[in-house]
């Protein structure tokens, strides 16, 4: 499997690039749609949008490169090839994060009601990401013998960037009616905080390349774990609460 799409005179054109641009498109046309039925400016989505994508990618590619220090310290250019994959996503997610809570400040808006309305966007750019990884025979699943086992790195493997990215496409179809039918803010990010890194847990004994961890846990596992765990409380504090006007 080729990881380069095309050539643009030598200078090659990675499908993981190309996957990833298409998951900002994709997110950018959902938060784009929905402010527009809510009643928000035109502008709205793409400017969040923005920022999501450049802390998300910003923060993803800090994580991948402190886990890979040793690599980057003896080729320190390649730290800018994020086009050629490297991308730790609960790093991203993290920028992400901190950077929608500096935006809800600023545009003194509800963080939980912002962090719903980008949530709902967020899996479906990540099914693009995972396309990407695929593509590009990186984050490759552990040896398996299997109907459908795709030969990446040597050797068949379970086509694992395949069974996240698919994960997420469920994640988002169920997303969007929860969003829709939500009584109070906070709802969504507490589905997503709960059902998306369960499945990333349970997905990740199924990853052949290195994996950083503790004991034999990978710190993916561990922070999947962690994330579920503040989705559950997040879950049980609004479910004590009233239902209110949600924003």
């Not at 609960?90 to 509800?110: M, P, R, T």
Request: with cysteine.
């Amino acid at each position: 499997m080729d990881p380069v799409c095309f050539y643009i005179g030598a200078h090659p054109v990675f499908w993981y690039g190309i996957m990833v641009a298409a998951g900002f498109l994709a997110c950018l046309a959902h938060l784009t749609i929905l402010g527009i039925r809510e009643g928000r400016d035109p502008g709205f989505g793409s400017d969040i949008a923005f920022w999501m994508m450049l802390t998300g990618i910003i923060g993803a590619r800090i994580a991948y490169v402190m886990a890979n220090a040793s690599y980057y310290l003896n080729d320190p250019i390649a730290i800018i090839r994020v086009d050629q994959g490297g991308l730790i996503y609960y790093g991203g997610f993290i920028g992400a994060f901190i950077a929608g809570i500096v935006f809800a400040k600023v545009k003194k808006l509800s963080i939980l009601a912002l962090a719903d309305f980008v949530v709902s966007a967020l899996p479906l750019g990540h099914f693009f990401g995972r396309l990407g990884c695929f593509l590009n025979a990186c984050c490759y699943g552990a040896a398996a013998s299997l109907p459908w086992s795709v030969f990446q790195q040597g050797a068949e493997r379970h086509p694992v960037q395949l069974y996240e990215a698919f994960l997420n496409l469920a994640v988002y179809l169920l997303l969007i009616p929860a969003y829709r039918r939500r009584k109070r803010n906070g709802e969504v990010l507490a589905i997503y905080l709960i059902i998306y890194p369960l499945g990333r847990f349970m997905l990740e004994f199924l990853r052949g390349d290195e994996r950083l961890g503790w004991h034999g846990i990978a710190y993916a596992q561990i922070i999947s774990l962690g994330l579920v765990l503040v989705g559950l409380i997040l879950g049980l504090v609004l479910y004590a609460s009233r239902p209110k006007h949600v924003s």
